[in-house]
């Protein structure tokens, strides 16, 4: 439970098709970082198999549901490519644009070198607006030899937390 108690829902949605990995970690620290707790529900898309991939996967269709209706969200990704991965993608398909994400959401990738620094920004949060989320403060990258170390976060911490705490109290 965060600092919010029961009245604000927190989720995590991982794109990394290594299940219980370097990214999953990363976003999870985000998470409890923002919110002061651990987060109420973790996707790791990877566990889901080729459920992501049926349109008609109840269990699918319930973590959207969930996901969608969540006061928080962080989103995250491995860089591949300068985007986001294939797996992220099919499972944000999903979402009803303009409607599907109704709460705040976190864009977060992580990548071997800093030529790929703007990649949350240019492709991850113009996806996550399209489809409803509020995105506060810009998309945070991390290096993948960082993704350890809190202090990596910190300056991306300390600009974003305020806005998101302000925000989340407002709907707690």
């Known amino acids: 439970m965060s600092e919010y108690g029961d009245a604000v829902r927190t989720a995590v949605v991982v794109g990394n098709p290594k299940a219980a990995s370097r990214t999953l970690s990363a976003a999870t620290h985000v ?3 923002l919110t002061g707790g651990e987060p109420d529900l973790v996707v790791d898309l990877a566990t889901l198999g080729p459920a992501v991939l049926d349109g008609g996967s109840a269990e699918v269709t319930e973590l959207v549901a969930q996901v969608g209706g969540a006061d928080l969200v962080v989103v995250a990704s491995p860089t591949y490519k300068g985007t ?4 992220l993608k099919v499972f944000l398909d999903r979402f009803a644009g303009g409607t599907g994400l109704r709460g705040l959401a976190v864009p977060l990738l992580l990548g071997a070198g800093p030529g790929h620094a703007l990649a949350p920004e240019l492709t991850l949060r113009p996806v996550l607006t399209e489809l409803g989320a509020t995105v506060p403060g810009r998309g945070l990258f991390v290096l993948d030899s960082q993704y350890g170390d809190p202090g990596a ?3 991306w911490l300390e600009a974003t937390r305020p806005i998101v705490r302000g925000l989340l109290q407002a709907v707690a």
């Not at 986001?84 to 797996?87: F, K, N």
């Open 84 to 87: 986001y991965t294939g797996l």
């Open 153 to 155: 976060y910190e300056p």
């Open 31 to 33: 998470a409890r970082e």
